[in-house]
């Protein structure tokens, strides 16, 4: 019996120790909410563990933008819009579009009824606008320039009054106080109380896709992280189907961990979940982003072989 007792012993010793994950920050662009569901899906459901991974979710900061986290290292990956993904490339930080859950746009505006606003044609002449001045500002001036409206308050050629754009804080304050008649919102974001209407830049002819997955251009040098990244954009996309099929259980997941009305969540669900695209930037998109911000772009601002190899 001691025999055996050793024998087990010794084998408890020499025996391979049990991989730990490899472990994966993601920098989100807000809190995990609606517009995130398919990362907390991923995460929740252990989409994440059963490819080898341990992702924590990082939640955004408004004095810290995705693209800050990377660059100070305290990211691996991050959550981002491609107008802000293409500001930050060309002011020098190499990020790069591994993966794109979104193929549309959800920016647009909630303005106030009571400033005779009712949809994209309506008048904006002498309106202030709030908007995030990290990539929703450079769509919203592109929107705004198709119209023939100029961004600063001033006339554009002589017309009409412009718009002047503050930098957006807390949306339902500066509405109530009127220091805004129009905030710039996305999709997910909760429409504020009161007689607000509600549309998208799309209906107006400018639509670039929401949040996409960015990364460093050295971390795709190194081929065990190309490889955790091919696992986590996998097990992403598949939390975003799940989001999908099942949103009941999405909108409980997310007021389970924010403590928020599941009502809320669905009603949110619904106006993001449309948005979801093939998971993977083309050239094209690229392009007419490029083009539409007046931005210049390059082929290293997008790669597929991330997606080609975990959609595959």
Do not use: K
């Given at each position: 019996?001691?025999a055996?007792l050793?024998?087990?012993?010794?084998?408890?010793?020499?025996?391979?120790?049990a991989h730990?994950a490899?472990?994966l920050?993601l920098?989100?662009?807000?809190?995990?909410?609606?517009?995130h569901a398919?990362?907390?899906?991923?995460?929740?459901?252990?989409?994440?563990?059963?490819?080898?991974?341990?992702?924590?979710?990082l939640p955004g900061?408004?004095?810290s933008?995705p693209?800050?986290?990377?660059?100070?290292?305290?990211?691996?990956?991050?959550?981002?819009?491609?107008?802000?993904?293409?500001?930050?490339?060309?002011?020098g930080?190499?990020?790069?579009?591994?993966?794109?859950?979104?193929?549309?746009?959800?920016?647009?505006l909630?303005?106030?009824?009571?400033a005779?606003?009712?949809g994209?044609?309506s008048d904006l002449?002498g309106?202030?606008?709030a908007?995030?001045?990290?990539?929703d500002?450079?769509v919203?001036?592109?929107?705004?320039?198709r119209?023939?409206?100029?961004?600063?308050?001033?006339?554009?050629d002589?017309?009409?009054?412009?718009?002047?754009?503050?930098?957006?804080?807390d949306?339902?304050s500066?509405l109530?106080?009127?220091?805004?008649?129009?905030?710039?919102m996305?999709a997910?974001d909760?429409t504020?109380?009161?007689?607000?209407v509600?549309?998208?830049?799309a209906?107006?002819g400018?639509?670039?896709?929401?949040d996409?997955?960015?990364?460093?251009?050295?971390?795709?040098?190194?081929p065990?992280?190309?490889?955790?990244?091919?696992?986590?954009?996998?097990a992403?996309?598949?939390g975003?189907?799940e989001a999908?099929a099942?949103p009941?259980?999405?909108?409980?997941?997310?007021a389970?961990l924010?403590?928020?009305?599941?009502?809320?969540q669905?009603?949110r669900?619904?106006a993001?979940?449309?948005?979801?695209?093939?998971?993977?930037?083309?050239?094209?998109?690229v392009?007419?982003?490029?083009?539409?911000?007046?931005?210049a772009?390059d082929?290293?601002a997008w790669t597929t072989a991330i997606?080609?190899?975990?959609?595959?």
């Amino acid at each position: 019996m001691r025999a055996i007792l050793a024998i087990a012993a010794l084998a408890l010793l020499t025996a391979p120790a049990a991989h730990a994950a490899d472990r994966l920050r993601l920098q989100l662009a807000a809190e995990p909410a609606a517009a995130h569901a398919g990362y907390v899906v991923a995460r929740e459901r252990g989409f994440y563990a059963a490819e080898g991974l341990e992702v924590e979710l990082l939640p955004g900061q408004s004095d810290s933008p995705p693209d800050a986290a990377l660059a100070r290292g305290t990211a691996d990956v991050a959550v981002m819009g491609l107008p802000h993904a293409l500001a930050a490339r060309g002011a020098g930080l190499p990020v790069v579009n591994v993966a794109q859950p979104f193929g549309a746009g959800s920016l647009g505006l909630a303005c106030l009824r009571a400033a005779g606003i009712e949809g994209p044609a309506s008048d904006l002449s002498g309106q202030t606008i709030a908007v995030d001045p990290t990539g929703d500002d450079l769509v919203l001036r592109a929107w705004l320039s198709r119209r023939g409206i100029a961004a600063d308050g001033g006339a554009a050629d002589g017309g009409a009054a412009g718009v002047t754009l503050i930098a957006r804080g807390d949306g339902l304050s500066q509405l109530e106080s009127g220091r805004a008649t129009c905030v710039a919102m996305h999709a997910a974001d909760p429409t504020p109380a009161g007689p607000i209407v509600r549309f998208r830049l799309a209906a107006g002819g400018v639509d670039l896709p929401d949040d996409g997955i960015y990364v460093l251009a050295p971390t795709l040098n190194d081929p065990a992280a190309r490889d955790r990244l091919e696992r986590f954009v996998r097990a992403s996309m598949r939390g975003w189907r799940e989001a999908a099929a099942q949103p009941d259980a999405t909108a409980t997941l997310l007021a389970t961990l924010d403590g928020g009305r599941v009502t809320d969540q669905r009603q949110r669900l619904d106006a993001v979940l449309p948005l979801l695209g093939s998971g993977a930037m083309g050239p094209d998109t690229v392009a007419r982003a490029g083009e539409t911000l007046g931005i210049a772009t390059d082929a290293g601002a997008w790669t597929t072989a991330i997606t080609d190899a975990a959609l595959r």
